[in-house]
């Protein structure tokens, strides 16, 4: 079929609960095998993809992974409202030509706001689609200029305990760390997300700024960052330290490898209801576009 190309889609199109893609989205679907020949748009243009219909906002916002509110789906919803998202300051540092703290609203005005319908897959087996609102993590790193050394990306949400009930738990090594490497993280698919169907993320899904990585397995898209830091050596990541045989530093989403306690070949789609079925889990969530990031590399020892 042909490819279709929607222009002048601005950000003032978001309709909540009305999912739509824009231009650099269709780019993006269109390698990941979910646009091509479909009709995107905004109401009256054309009309949202039905493949990826997306969760309801409900959904999306009650049933969580944030540990630092509590191990319970439900109780980032509850408990998340106490902490203070404004005002926001991302700490850059390591590997870059302009280190510093960049004030949140300095480095939206800068950036070019988009609206992504992704696939999103817990290593727990479940699954969403979520309405991201976001700017690709590349212009934020360009912006901050990456030095040509720089081989990783270091996430680190900010640790509050004070304000974060969970963190009382030694659940998990606080703060929250995640890491990529520098060319998935270069890559147009990733995505720092500020938003959710057009209004502000709220706290529980990772405010003010969190990552998404849409061919990874959910824990990689840490919320609530702080501090992003390029470097030449691998970094540590949370559940790679809690469990390094259950997960490993790529945690791409992989239906042929298993986690040791449970199979990854199929999903359950949040929001169903009862009698909706599995869904078989796809190589890289999908996005196959991703695949040749990782040519020559053994995926099941690199997990
Ligand atoms: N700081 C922090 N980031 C986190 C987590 C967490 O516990 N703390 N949970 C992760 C996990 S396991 C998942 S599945 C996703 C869940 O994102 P959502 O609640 O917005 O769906 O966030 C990830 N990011
Ligand atoms: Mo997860």
């Known amino acids: 079929m042909a490819k279709r190309w929607i222009n002048d889609l601005t950000h003032s199109d978001v309709t909540p609960e009305k999912a739509f893609l824009n231009r650099r989205q269709i780019l993006a679907g269109l390698g990941a095998g979910i646009g091509a020949g479909a009709a995107f ?4 243009q054309a009309h949202a993809q039905e493949a990826l219909k997306p969760n309801k906002w409900d959904d999306i916002t009650n049933y969580c992974n944030y540990y630092e509110f509590g191990t319970g789906k439900e109780d980032p919803a509850r408990n998340a409202h106490t902490l203070t998202t404004e005002p926001w300051t ?6 870059v030509d302009n280190p510093g703290d960049y004030a949140l609203g300095d480095i939206l005005a ?15 087996a479940w699954s969403m689609v979520v309405p991201w609102n976001g700017f690709e993590l590349a212009d934020l790193l360009s912006m901050a200029g990456v030095k040509s050394d720089a081989k990783y990306v270091a996430f680190e949400t900010v640790f509050r305990p004070e304000e974060m009930p969970g963190t009382r738990y030694q659940v998990l090594d606080w703060p929250y760390v995640e890491g990529l490497r520098l060319d998935e993280a270069m890559h147009p698919l990733t995505l720092m997300a500020t938003g959710l169907y057009g209004k502000p993320l709220p706290n529980q899904n990772g405010a003010p700024l969190r990552l998404v990585v849409p061919w990874k397995y959910g824990f990689k898209s840490i919320k609530s960052i702080l501090r992003i830091t390029l470097t030449d050596t691998q970094p540590p990541t949370s ?9 490993g530093f790529y945690s791409n989403v992989n239906p042929t490898v298993d986690h040791p306690r449970w199979s990854q070949a199929s999903e359950r789609p949040i929001g169903g209801g009862l009698f909706a079925g599995r869904k078989d889990t796809l190589m890289f969530n999908g996005y196959d576009e991703v695949a040749s990031l990782y040519d020559g590399m053994d995926l099941a020892a690199n997990f």
Not at 41 to 44: F, Q, T
Not at 90 to 95: A, E, S
Not at 111 to 121: A, D, L, P, S, V
Request: charged fraction near 35%; include cysteine; proline fraction near 0%.
């Open 90 to 95: 991302v700490k850059i540092d390591g590997l």
């Open 110 to 124: 800068k950036m070019t706001i988009e609206e992504r319908i992704y696939r999103f897959r817990c290593v727990e």
């Open 239 to 247: 559940w790679n330290k809690a469990n390094a045989r259950e997960y």
């Open 41 to 44: 748009g905004v109401a009256g």
